[in-house]
């Protein structure tokens, strides 16, 4: 899974993304307009830890999330389109961030927000447009078009032109199924996140008025955090960690709540594998069946699959094994049909 950070020029993208990733790109300004960075990271879940330290496992493999930290939108790019590098199109989520950290700016974090929003709109809006000129023209050609696609193509332009992102709208699965491989910008998950100043949160009234907007109703979060500081943190080691959090008065990095916010609003859930030789967690499509998630782990576990044993990881960590979750009569078997919940521990039996 990909996640884009993008946002206005010294929104904090990259400190937040060095926050996010422990990386140590430049920050300051230096981003070249052609520049990406790339990380993967790790999703915090306390249950993995538990479940490591229960099975003492030698290795712990977490959940993972592919962060790619983007320039800043290139206003008076000769297409419109073009606006937003290709691999934002790649990404599965757009996490953006706002500058609510500088007092001095003219335009509130809101209008700063909707200006982003727009330059999305405006690139998929292009792509649709020129899709549905493409269509009408083969049609008039006499070639075979698919009506669905054109009334797709159609109503998305029309919403996109009225300011409506493309994940405000209940599509059908049909319309979707036409949509998907324009890879709208407007369509993905979206997160914004606020970079406030050292010391404050972001300020009550500004939360209210970014979360009441209209083009913020579906398929997005709105979260906040001082890059800066959450940049320093990941930079330290695990005790002088602690003790820095204390100081601002935090519990846990904000980032490590960004990262399972995002995750959330990616559909992810997680379930769990492990013995002695590691404590593994995996991430899975809300909704995914008990063969789909097998076929993560190998293919050969999907074709084979013939039966999966589950227990809550909760009670599997609790109880110390299946095998007393069997004699607690907690576990179950379950079959292909299972859709997989969050944070099921599972023995996969699969014949190969
Ligand atoms: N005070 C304060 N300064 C910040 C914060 N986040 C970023 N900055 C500063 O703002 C400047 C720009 O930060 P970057 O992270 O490089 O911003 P960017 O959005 O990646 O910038 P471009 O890629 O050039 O558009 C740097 O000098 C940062 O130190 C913050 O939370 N508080
Ligand atoms: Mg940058």
């Not at 300004?29 to 993967?40: K, L, N, S, W």
């Not at 493999?61 to 590098?85: L, M, Q, T, W």
């Not at 997005?220 to 959090?245: H, P, W, Y």
């Not at 576990?301 to 599997?316: K, S």
């Amino acid at each position: 899974m990909r996640v884009g950070i993008i946002g206005l020029p010294h929104s904090g993208k990259t400190t937040v993304f060095n926050a996010v990733a422990g990386a140590q790109a430049a920050v300051g300004g230096f981003g070249q307009p052609d520049e990406i960075h790339r990380a993967t990271v790790k999703v915090p879940d306390p249950r993995l830890d538990a479940l490591h330290e229960m099975l003492q496992a030698k290795k712990k493999v977490a959940a993972e999330i592919e962060f790619f930290d983007f320039p800043p939108p290139v206003r008076g790019a000769k297409d419109s389109e073009n606006v937003f590098p290709q691999l934002l199109r790649e990404c599965d989520g757009i996490v953006a961030v706002i500058n609510c950290y500088d007092p001095s700016l003219e335009q509130t974090p809101l209008e700063r927000l909707r200006s982003l929003q727009g330059d999305m709109m405006l690139a998929d809006f292009i792509v649709a447009d020129k899709r549905k000129a493409k269509l009408i023209k083969e049609a008039a050609r006499g070639a075979k078009a698919d009506p669905t696609e054109l009334a797709a193509v159609n109503k998305a332009a029309e919403l996109l032109e009225e300011g409506i992102p493309l994940r405000n709208v209940d599509f059908s699965e049909r319309e979707l199924g036409s949509l998907r491989g324009f890879a709208f910008l407007s369509l993905k998950p979206f997160v914004v996140v606020l970079n406030t100043a050292e010391g404050g949160p972001a300020d009550a009234r500004t939360i209210t008025a970014i979360e009441a907007d209209p083009q913020m109703t579906a398929h997005t979060a709105v979260t906040s955090l001082c890059g800066k500081v959450e940049m320093e943190v990941i930079g330290l080691d695990q005790n002088d960690r602690a003790a820095f959090l204390a100081d601002f008065g935090i519990e846990e990095p904000a980032t490590a709540k960004l990262i399972r916010l995002t995750y959330d609003l990616l559909e992810l859930i997680t379930f769990f594998t492990g013995a002695e030789k590691e404590s593994h967690a995996w991430p899975v499509k809300r909704g995914s069946t008990a063969p789909e998630a097998a076929g993560h782990i190998h293919q050969d576990f999907q074709r084979g699959f013939i039966r999966a044993e589950v227990a809550p990881v909760e009670d599997f960590i609790r109880l110390g094994g299946m095998a007393p979750c069997r004699k607690a009569a907690i576990a179950r078997l379950e079959g292909k049909e299972y859709v997989v919940n969050d944070g099921d521990y599972i023995l996969f039996r699969f014949n190969i």
